[in-house]
């Protein structure tokens, strides 16, 4: 078909192999009338054509034109001669002589047209097909060799990758394939990755508690828009093991199909990495830990003998200058004598009381027998014990009891202990003419506070931490010696935190301090204190509940309840305590407080529920406001009202499939109990 | 303080005044001549007003403690010679070791026996040195 096209001022490189001048000219005049800017050179041999094509690179011809028949020459070979060079050079054949015969050899041989000299009008549209044709083919070639390349680069870089990478059919929801780390990361081999969908490679839920379908049809939808966020998904391996990951599906929407590139990095090394180091670092502190507490034992071993041995030295000493008649038995010195010995005795009964109240309250034995008490009546009487030593050093003291705190429940005799240990060491190491003041007053609606304040030396800021420890006594100045056991304030602190309390000091140096107790107004005997051994042993067979509770009444509670229903009470008042606990062996269940002290209930949930040990134990959140919205995403069996409801409490253990035998008569039934 | 008999002198070092008074008791009764100090500053004054022949030298003491006091009187030319033995209620293993190790002469544990000291005493006097090296 003839096209209707004008090559205005196209310039066109030919090379003419014709042997006919006349013949060359009108061709030349024909493509110049066609709108051509010609540049031509006429071969009349095989020689000369090699010469031509041999310059072809300084000058690159856009077409070759050959007559057909030449004396020693001729269109075929010159069609061979283009075809052997390799060279994409279109040819044209002109002939005197049409015939189809020389047509289809001309064709067969490479040969573009195939035209009549007889019509020299057709060669300019031939010429324009024959162009038009030569650009498209080059064209198609670059985009090809391009494509080609380009594709080769991409597998390589694909198989090749450090990291595992998917190819994915976002549309059809199928890996098309994979390269040899994702086939090693999910131990399955490529065949095998290909035609599965991501999910058949994943757990059935993500650890944010999103099933992994939901979540890929979000993660899916976000790179069909064109979004590749970096998000954190769980794979799974053939063998079953999870694979955190930090994974991206970036669409590469190739040819109109949604087809996604899928980057996986295995977090696993890093996070056995991390692992290690946290449990490294665990360890190493829990090694400081027991090297300090030897540290300390040692050093309560020595001060202990030495604070012993002082005042045997006295007894010992003057009863043989008594016993061996150095002393005359009428004198002074020798009352003197006697009197220093009685003294010694004194304060070594005092610090032998000391030390077993000490030990008893370590070990959780010391029995507190709470029963009311009119304060203001109590720190007086303590108050009168000290008035002399006040007097002797004429210090004022004074006492100030808040009346709405005049009556608490508590053991008396143990907050006399307390209140003398603060007003005497308040006296100690206040100078003469000071002041002393003992104040009670209420911190809250159901505390009470003690402090003592004194104008005395002060401690310094960096000593503040040695107070209530065990012999710790500051250097008070070279003048004067304190006398004392080192034992009050460290029993005063475990005496208070026995009962639920705490213990504090401010002080400025100089100035003087003041020390407090804070303690809880209605103490209930609970036969046990917090710092009880971590693991209790359990009575034969009968299932052990940890009550992670601060408040002492409530503990009380679940005591109470739980052990009249069979079971065996672990306690726990802080969350650390608990995450100790829970750590160290099984139980049955749990409940939980959600106000603790030292963390917020719900990083203890969080914390409880990582602990593989105790997976599966079933919790109850026991809180004054059970809204089991606020445990939403934990593994809670119930969440129960405070106070605590005894009844309540044990149905829901039911539900939660824990029960226990009805304690002492009946024989144990350990299987039974443990696994109902 | 000190006391006017004749005999070779000797100081007490004892932060706690009760000890200090049996022990400078049983000393006088043996016949020395007896000075007292309740710490290492004292001890250094009463050492510069009449150097003594003996000092009997508690450990603990507020500021300067008796070891510290010690290794201060060997080091010095002056009061090397003074027989210096430590009488101590730091009787833990080790306790011995660090006294000697800081110049003592001799180490003896409180409770003193008031029969055997005045005999540590008399030994180092006449030139014995240390006569049991493992007080118990």
Redesign the interface.
Known sequence: MVQRETAANSPLQLLVAEDSEDDFEILLRELRKGGYVVTAQRVKSPAELDAALDASSERPWDLVISDWIMPGFGGLQVLETVSSRGLDLACIIVSGTPGEEPAVEALRAGALDFLSKDRPRRIVPAVQRALREAADRRTRVRVERELRFSEERYRTGFELAPEPLLAYDLDRRVILDANAKASELFQRSRAELRSLDLGAISPPRQPDGRTSADALEHYTGRARAGESPLYPWIFQAHDGDPIPTDTRIINLATSGRNIAQINIIDLRERLRAEEMRRRSAELEAQNRRIQEASRLKSEF??NM???L??P???????T??LH?G??DPGSP?HHE?LG?IL??GRHLLQLINDVLDLAKVEAGKLEFRPEPVELSKLVGEVAAILRTTAAQKQIRMTIDVDARVDTVTIDPGRLKQVAYNYLSNALKFTPIGGTVALRVKPEGPDRFRLEVEDSGIGIRPEDLGRLFVEFQQL???????HQGTGLGLALTRRLVEAQGGSVGVRSTVGAGSTFHASLPCHAITIGRTPTAPVVAAPRDGAPTVLVVEDDVRDQAQFIAALESAGFVVELAATGQDAIARWKARRYAAATIDLLLPDMSGLDLLGALRGIESNAATPIIVVTVVPDPKVVAGFTVHDVLPKPVDHEGLIASLARAGVTALPPPLDPPQPSLAEHP | MTSSSSGPRILIVD??P??L???A??MK?HGYTVDTAL?A?AAIEAIKATPPQVILMDI?L??KDGLQLTRQLKADPETAGIVVIAVT????KGDQDKAIAAGCDDYV???????ALPETIARHLSGQGRHNPDPS
């Open positions: 071993l020595a003998s030495h604070e041995r002082t045997l030295n006295a007894i010992i000493g003057f043989e200058l061996d150095q002393v010195v004598f220093d003294t010694s250097e008070a100045g070279a003048a004067k010696r | 932060d706690n009760t000890n008074k049996l022990v008791y049983l009764n710490d500053e603990q507020p500021g209620a730091y009787a833990m544990t409180k409770p003193i026996d008031t029969r």
